[in-house]
């Protein structure tokens, strides 16, 4: 069966310092990959999707990236932190060819200082 | 554009009543539908999900959807809840390339 991981669960930052968020996808080939963040009491805001290693469509503007260096994994990084960038975030994979359904992770909470 | 609505933002039901979440959706062909479930500091679980075919769908935990082309509507009913179901529910349309979620509706269940 197909499982997906993310790390770390919680991270404190100050603001300006960097971020590296890891999402690995186990028990499938040739994912879509997603990042979504929720801030506090808010719903989900697609970040970044992926189709393929190499390929990052970016969804909003802002001071994050995402990179796919591998088939199953998804990262999510910043050069400085902001203060905004506090929230939950959660990374999902679907199938290519179902690529409607997506499975989540358990997500990671950042907290900005 | 698709869009997702999701009017109660936040329901409180007795534990053993029945449930029932309402989520509207604009799309201009046929959508893909989904509901979710969140726990607190948890990932999204999938609920159940609409293709095509009966628009009555059973998905996990007891939840059932029923999908109403002429209202536009896919609401999630429970017949009796459960403290565990308290939670946060995402209702989502699926469109070309990406699953637009709605804003969520919080549950709360009261012995």
């Known amino acids: 069966s197909q499982t997906i991981h993310q790390w770390p669960a919680t991270l404190v930052q100050p603001v300006g310092s960097p971020l590296s968020l890891e999402c690995t996808v186990e028990?499938?080939?040739?994912?879509?990959l997603y990042w979504y963040r929720q801030a506090a009491g808010r719903g989900l805001q697609l970040l970044f999707y992926?189709?393929?290693?190499?390929?990052i469509s970016s969804e909003v503007p802002q001071n994050l990236s995402a990179s796919r260096p591998q088939d199953r994994q998804f990262i999510l990084s910043s050069k400085k932190l902001l203060l905004s960038d506090s929230g939950f975030y959660l990374c999902?994979?679907?199938?290519?060819?179902?690529?409607?359904?997506?499975?989540f992770g358990p997500g990671t909470r950042l907290t900005v200082l | 554009a698709q869009s997702v609505t999701q009017p109660d933002i936040h329901i409180t039901v007795s534990e053993g009543a029945s449930l029932e979440l309402r989520c509207n959706y604009s799309?201009?062909?046929?959508?893909?539908l989904f509901w979710y479930v969140q726990s607190p500091g948890q990932g999204l679980q999938l609920l159940l999900k609409?293709?095509?075919?009966?628009?009555l769908v059973q998905g996990i935990k007891g939840f059932e959807a029923e999908f109403k082309r002429s209202q536009s509507s896919f609401n999630l009913r429970k017949p009796s809840v459960h403290w565990s179901d308290a939670a946060e529910y995402f209702c989502?349309?699926?469109?070309?390339?990406?699953?637009?979620f709605g804003p969520g509706t919080s549950l709360s269940v009261i012995p």
């Open positions: 799309y201009g062909a046929t959508p893909y």
């Open positions: 989502a349309v699926g469109s070309y390339d990406k699953v637009i």
């Open positions: 609409y293709f095509s075919g009966d628009t």
């Open positions: 999902a994979w679907s199938v290519r060819e179902g690529r409607y359904t997506q499975y």
């Open positions: 992926s189709v393929g290693i190499g390929q």
């Open positions: 028990g499938t080939s040739n994912p879509n």
